[in-house]
Each structure stands twice: as C-alpha cells, then as structure tokens.
C-alpha cells in the first residue's frame, strides 16, 4: 500500500493499491448459490465455451467482480466503515475474471470535498480491478462519503 490507506487521509492524486486475494471456484459456486443468476456460463467450463464467444472457460459475474473490487477496499482500509455508498460511473469491463484469479485493487483519489455540514468527507475515485497478470478486468469511479476523522 502506498502510506496510509484510508481515504480519508489521501488528497486529490494519490494513489491507493490493496493486498491480493484468490478467487477459488468454490468461492464462485457459493456466490451462484446466493444470486439469482443462472446464466451456464457462470456455471460451466463447456457451456462457456459453447457461447461462441471466445470465452475459455466459465466467467465471474460483474456482481461478484463488483462485490471483490469493493471487498478488497474494505479490507485494505481504503474505505473503513461507516461509509456511504453514493455513486459509480464509468463501469467498464474489458476482460473478463475467471475462477482461480487473483485480484487486486489500485485506485487514484481524483475528487475530494467537504460536506455542507463539514462533518464528512465526499471522494470520488477512479478504480482498476487487476488480475495476476496485471490486466484490467473492471475499471470504474466509485463516489463514496466517510465521516471525518475525530480529532482527539
């Protein structure tokens, strides 16, 4: 990580990285067993493949490449509860995830205010979602609210 990881503590151009953390097909087939996707190629090395769309073998949901990319923020400590979730723009995803990646974050600080109340901050990131081979699976900006800091 690059200094302290909290948002909070960032200005408008730093940069935050988090740890890695491998996506098993175990991990995959709970999350399946949990939504209410039942699309095969989720599910299925062969179905994916018989997509006829260049797929490999089975794919991650955006959900699940979603709740990872923001997993691993809280788990860094970029962003540390309570926070509020306000917006996400620009969702790309380039490449796909595939169970048996590994994941990681890095992120840059590209908007930072003060509430009209003082008592929080607003910031406003842009994310990269990366696989062990460093390759971009889902780019976003994600706009969430911290409270401030107490100062003791």
């Not at 909290?6 to 991990?27: A, C, P, Q, S």
């Not at 490449?95 to 910031?123: A, Q």
Request: with cysteine; aromatic share 6%.
């Amino acid at each position: 990580m690059i200094g302290n990881p909290d948002l909070r503590y960032k200005e408008i151009g730093d940069n935050f990285r988090t740890g890695t953390r491998i996506v098993t097909v175990g991990d995959c087939e709970r999350n399946m067993e949990h939504s209410l996707i039942r699309e095969p190629a989720f599910m299925d090395d062969e179905a994916a493949k018989a997509m006829g769309i260049g797929l490999k073998r089975r794919v991650m949901p955006i959900t699940m490449l979603l709740d990872i990319l923001v997993g691993l923020l809280v788990m860094a400590g970029v962003i540390v509860p309570p926070s509020l979730f306000l917006q996400m723009d620009e969702l790309k995803v380039p490449n796909p995830g595939y169970p048996g990646d590994s994941f990681m974050v890095e992120g840059e600080v590209i908007n930072k205010r003060e509430t009209s109340k003082g008592d929080s901050f607003i910031i406003t990131s842009t994310v990269f979602l990366k696989n062990q081979e460093n390759v971009i699976v889902v780019q976003a900006r994600l706009t969430e609210m911290l409270p401030k800091l107490q100062e003791s």
